[in-house]
């Protein structure tokens, strides 16, 4: 595989292969996901919706296809959209009487519908979640992290006032940032979007933003408070109380499957993949070594671990291919299982067992009794989900910056890393709330900003571009 620290581009696109995670299709910025890769977003997906629906949301699902007209209702929205929006024009041999747009987000579809089943105050809120594709034709692809077809939720809910709407759009950022933290061990900075920055048509939006292993930012989460904009533009009103019509306040939010590019690119090393306990489509991996074929009690063993294993939940895999014992250990390297238990002839009769968690450079011996075996391996899962979070955040830390504050600094900070092959990270910076200063930093650095965050290490005082008082304490980077 291509070395991650040479070209961390191709050291990713290497092991998602290798690991059989998807493959390209004929369609550009298409893929197929294999089993493995899919199983992953199953994980998240189910620690997602199982949240969701906890706070009161249901699942429902909405066309595909929108009217080019839908579009035409909020100018924002069209404007923001518009550079990617694949148009489906003829059906069945005939030019359609109105393109169609193949959805980017269902935010028009979705209030076209609202519109419909919101009369009184009694309709609200309306809390609704959908599980689908979507579309963006995208200029330049990565698998996972950035497709012209991808998977995604997205929450689409309406309130009888803004209060709510705002605690409504808070509480699932604060879910996706609980997911992405303790379920994915990707350690996250909340905050909020500058303006340039906002989704298309929102009055606010909110992120998550981690950092990869090359100092790149993904933007792991979005959430945003529409205000009355998406409600005028579709008429969602309601009846009140006081017997007056109103415009609802809505809310939209959704994460997708670059969490599973995120968590290879966080977490993954040299010998690929490196999978949280978490959603890791095989747990544990069972390896018989040596001249096993020869003594059959060797498989009989593992087989009853295999069943004490899978009896508690864990999701656990026998290879006992004819593969070299050095092949399976490097595939399933490869392919990130957390755990590998060995067990050999001179193992079996030492009354004893080999295991190697993924993440440590060293095997343990444990000894051969299955109770024990099961206790320790459970407890290795757990222990594993928790070093990678801190691995994570510890490089997190390492680079990210709050000693730059003017743009020369950030040049001389840029060139200093390069000169020593580090990676620049992320910078802590003021702004003044000038969008002509926040696109200078971008065209002269490439570092965009990725949210103001709740709650920073340190408030700047003066604006890393011209030097005038800081309205805002911002995170710059690169992104992808």
């Not at 369609?27 to 977003?41: L, Q, S, T």
Request: aromatic share 10%.
């Amino acid at each position: 595989m291509t070395n991650q620290k040479n070209d961390f581009t191709s050291w990713y696109i290497d092991t998602i292969q290798k690991a059989d995670l998807m493959d390209y299709t004929p369609v550009r910025g298409c893929i197929a996901f294999k089993p493995d890769g899919f199983e992953i977003w199953e994980h998240i997906q189910g620690e997602m919706d199982r949240r969701f629906k906890e706070t009161g949301h249901r699942n429902a699902y909405f066309p595909m296809l929108i009217p080019e007209n839908f579009f035409q209702k909020e100018k924002d929205h069209i404007e923001g959209f518009s550079p990617e929006l694949p148009w489906v024009t003829e059906a069945a041999g005939e030019k359609l009487e109105e393109r169609l747009a193949l959805r980017p987000t269902s935010e028009t579809m979705i209030g076209h519908l609202y519109s419909d089943w919101i009369k009184s105050y009694r309709d609200l809120p309306v809390l609704i979640n959908q599980w689908a594709n979507v579309f963006r034709w995208e200029k330049k692809t990565l698998p996972f992290i950035r497709t012209s077809e991808f998977l995604w939720q997205e929450g689409h809910t309406a309130h009888a006032d803004e209060t709510e709407a705002r605690e409504e759009t808070m509480r699932m950022l604060q879910i996706y940032k609980e997911v992405v933290e303790d379920f994915l061990a990707i350690p996250v900075y909340d905050g909020e979007k500058t303006p340039s920055e906002r989704f298309a048509g929102a009055v606010d939006t909110f992120s998550i933003e981690a950092m990869m292993k090359d100092g790149k930012a993904v933007q792991a989460g979005t959430s945003h408070y529409l205000g009355t904009k998406f409600a005028e533009a579709f008429d969602i009103k309601y009846l009140n109380k006081e017997n007056k019509h109103v415009y609802a306040h809505t809310t939209s939010w959704g994460t997708s499957t670059r969490l599973i590019g995120s968590v290879i690119m966080v977490h993954g090393d040299e010998q690929g993949l490196v999978l949280p306990p978490t959603i890791a489509p095989t747990q544990v991996i069972l390896i018989p070594v040596g001249p096993w074929k020869k003594r059959p009690e060797i498989i009989e063993k593992l087989d009853e671990i295999f069943a004490a294993l899978k009896a508690k939940g864990i999701r656990v895999r026998l290879d006992d291919s004819d593969q070299s014992p050095g092949y399976k250990f490097n595939e399933w390297e490869l392919k990130g299982v957390p755990v590998r238990l060995e067990l050999g002839p001179r193992d079996f009769d030492n009354a004893q067992i080999l295991m190697k968690a993924r993440d440590e450079a060293d095997k343990v011996t444990l000894e051969l009794d299955i109770d024990a075996v099961v206790a320790t391996v459970e407890t290795e899962l757990t222990t594993m989900q928790k070093r990678l979070y801190d691995k994570a955040k510890a490089f997190r830390e390492e680079h990210s910056h709050t000693d730059v504050d003017t743009l020369e600094q950030l040049h001389q900070h840029i060139t200093e890393k390069q000169a020593m092959e580090e990676i620049p990270g992320w910078v802590l910076a003021g702004w003044c709330g000038d969008d002509a200063c926040e696109e200078h930093v971008k065209q002269e650095t490439k570092f965009t900003t990725r949210n103001m965050p709740f709650n920073p290490p340190t408030e700047k005082k003066v604006c890393i571009n011209c030097g005038k008082e800081a309205k805002h304490t911002v995170w710059f980077g690169r992104a992808y």
